[in-house]
């Protein structure tokens, strides 16, 4: 099968099919960390979609180059080096390390390149300069800001006309800007900042959106086709990189396609620091929540839409997980002559917009019926999830526990100690009817 695959493109607000610039290297960008601390489970989401967006990429093109940014000058990077009386780059080395562990705990594969940007100095310096001698940036007082008006379709992507804005909200009110609206390139190095770099302009550091377009330009060139982020990037980070990027090249198209993933809340809130209900995916896989149940919480919605972050949802997907993992256990030995084929109505629904609700419905009939005994709905549900990189192999026999199961576990205990056989039997088959066995032992009990 011919696969064709369908995206929601922001850039039209419209789905549309993917067709490649050039099908012998799909090209794809995505704004990566700004490493200042570990990453939240709003992070993690975005990793997550793009990963298996590079997935589905892979098994329909011969070749995908997959950018992924490593920011590590911004002034949270500086702010919290301060904080914690740090070395700049100490901190920036051990939270890119902490990205990367975590997202190993969510199985996401490696990037082609992950570029830092403070490598990437001198080619931001020139992008700039030649942003100046076109006339769509200029100098005020150390800084280097971009010229909005100077970009006719400016706010294009975003859907808002500069007039309607909220100055003083996202965008920084400064008596140095012709237009409120424009947006800073450099930024002069503050009194006993020290992280800095020389300019032409003076010492300072670049502002955060010119970071994308450089390195966009230099890992794939002019044009590429997808470039992908979370909603909350679309403005202003999105759209002041296509005003500089293509201003600064006739030539340049910039990205073809615009992919963004939904918000995510908690417990139907915004996450926030000041509402307490700040979780970091550490914290998540230390309480003994699975990485593979995390990630299959991130599938259960579709990657456009908001989704919550809520006790019940992590505890049914770590259910999820471990029936599938009880679907495959006694056709284990079968799969090491695999062919590794995945089915094509399963390919469908991740090549439409990669809808995971459908895709995982799929799976869970699959499960089913390898239940009952036939081990080629096995082999082709272990496929399936491998394609979305939910690994049913990984910590064979130690699968983690809800904490629903250990309260029930706990609770037969009680009955049982109480002699209320019948109370304790009806509590064995609620534990039996969600996935998991209960075995008496002289301790107490073994769940499996």
Not at 298 to 327: C, G, M, V, W
Not at 373 to 395: Q, R
Request: glycine fraction near 6%; include cysteine.
């Amino acid at each position: 099968m011919k696969l064709k695959i369908f995206l929601t493109n922001t850039l039209s607000g419209k789905k549309e099919e993917f067709i490649p610039i050039d099908k012998s290297d799909i090209k794809m960008y995505v704004c990566g960390p700004t490493v200042y601390d570990r990453p939240h489970i709003g992070n993690a989401r975005s990793s997550v979609i793009f990963d298996l967006l590079f997935r589905l990429l892979r098994n329909a093109y011969s070749k995908v180059t997959y950018v992924r940014n490593i920011t590590d000058v911004d002034d949270k990077i500086i702010d919290a080096a301060n904080k914690n009386n740090e070395n700049i780059e100490s901190l920036t080395t051990r939270i890119t390390q902490y990205f990367h562990e975590d997202l190993g705990h969510l199985n996401c594969l490696i990037p082609n390149q992950e570029p830092k940007a403070t490598e990437n100095i001198p080619e931001m310096i020139s992008m700039i300069t030649r942003l100046i001698e076109l006339g769509h940036a200029y100098v005020s007082d150390g800084h280097v800001y971009f010229d909005i008006d100077s970009y006719s379709d400016y706010g294009r992507l975003s859907k808002r006309k500069i007039d309607d804005q909220d100055i003083g909200a996202r965008i920084e009110i400064s008596e140095l800007k012709k237009n409120p609206m424009d947006f800073v390139l450099w930024k002069p190095k503050k009194q006993h900042e020290k992280m800095f770099f020389s300019s032409p302009w003076g010492d300072g550091r670049p502002g955060w959106h010119i970071e994308c377009s450089v390195m966009s330009k230099k890992y794939l060139g002019n044009s590429f086709d997808i470039h992908g982020g979370g909603a909350d990037l679309i403005f202003p980070h999105h759209e002041n990189e296509i005003a500089q990027s293509i201003c600064e090249s006739k030539n340049n198209k910039f990205a073809k396609y615009w992919v963004h993933n939904g918000f995510l809340t908690v417990e139907g809130d915004k996450m926030s620091k000041s509402l307490g209900n700040f979780i970091t995916v550490k914290e998540l896989l230390d309480r003994g929540i699975g990485g593979m149940a995390l990630r299959y919480f991130y599938l259960t919605s579709h990657y456009r839409r908001p989704l919550d972050f809520n006790q019940k949802a992590l505890e049914d997907s770590q259910k999820s997980i471990t029936k599938f993992q009880k679907s495959i256990q006694k056709y284990s030995e079968k799969f090491d002559a695999n062919s590794k084929k995945i089915p094509d109505e399963f390919l469908s629904y991740i090549a439409d917009d990669l809808n995971t609700p459908l895709a995982l419905s799929f799976i869970h009939k699959l499960s089913s019926k390898a239940q009952e005994g036939d081990e080629n709905y096995a082999i082709d549900m272990l496929n399936c999830c491998d394609f979305l990189g939910l690994n049913l192999e990984e910590k064979s026999g130690e699968i983690q526990l809800t904490p629903e199961i250990i309260k029930l576990a706990e609770e037969r205990k009680k009955f049982k100690a109480d002699k209320k056989w019948e109370e304790a039997d009806k509590i064995r088959m609620q534990i039996e009817e969600q996935g998991y066995k209960i075995i008496d032992t002289k301790d107490g009990y073994e769940i499996i």
